[in-house]
């Protein structure tokens, strides 16, 4: 009697630990997924950011030459 009481315990505590390591095995996959998903979005983001500096590097270089001109209009006038 003693033994099968043993047995059904460990039986007991044997499904519990599959059903905890199936959790886990979602649980990574879905962290895996959400990482890809993340890593993704900041290279997105990356990319647009890089984008946004050159093109305010251009607006500045124009904006500078504006500048430059109109104070050489000022001068020669």
């Known amino acids: 009697m003693i033994d099968k009481e043993k ?16 959790e886990l095995i979602h649980a990574c996959s879905y962290l895996k997924d959400e990482n ?5 979005r900041q290279d997105s983001l990356v990319a647009e950011r890089a984008t946004l500096i050159e093109k305010t590097e251009l607006a500045r270089t124009r904006v500078e030459a504006m500048i430059t001109r109109l104070k050489s209009m000022e001068t020669t006038q």
């Open 7 to 22: 047995a059904d315990g460990a039986d007991h505590d044997l499904r519990k630990l599959e059903q905890r390591v199936e």
């Open 36 to 40: 890809k998903s993340l890593r993704a």
